[in-house]
């Protein structure tokens, strides 16, 4: 059994865009560091912590041992430092000059755009869900 802390990434499920990224990340996490939940379960608002519900649909999330919850871009770094062999490309996407921009731009060009990469439902408003903090 593995006995390191265990990361959370927290995805939509309904789209398809992000289950493959889902199914990618889970092939390639020979270590079993990251464990994959969606968005739609209710235990995943409690993992992301209060934040508004467009933020919460419109990102994947990565809670990591302690709380902290990282989303989108800045998510992309720490899931790769999980995976082996993947910290050197980490510290590239977070060191090198201009590429943290560039990850950052692009993951919220993909994000506004998954429509295109054959996502059906993916306006950022899931019907009949909600955060359950702005439920209230």
Do not use: K
């Not at 912590?49 to 041992?65: C, E, K, T, V």
């Amino acid at each position: 059994m593995n006995a390191e802390p265990m990361f959370v990434l927290l995805y939509d499920e309904a789209c398809r865009l992000c289950i493959g990224v889902r199914r990618l990340l889970a092939w390639m996490d020979r270590n079993r560091r990251v464990t994959f939940l969606p968005l739609q379960d209710p235990q995943a608002a409690r993992l992301a912590g209060p934040m508004d519900s467009q933020r919460f649909w419109n990102a994947f999330h990565l809670a990591q041992p302690g709380g902290r919850v990282l989303t989108g871009a800045a998510a992309i770094p720490a899931v790769i430092r999980l995976l082996p062999g993947g910290a050197p490309l980490a510290w590239l996407l977070e060191h090198l000059p201009g590429l943290p921009w560039l990850t950052a731009r692009a993951y919220q060009w993909v994000a506004a755009h998954r429509m295109m990469f054959g996502c059906r439902n993916c306006d950022g408003t899931p019907t009949g869900y909600s955060h359950p903090s702005r439920a209230r």
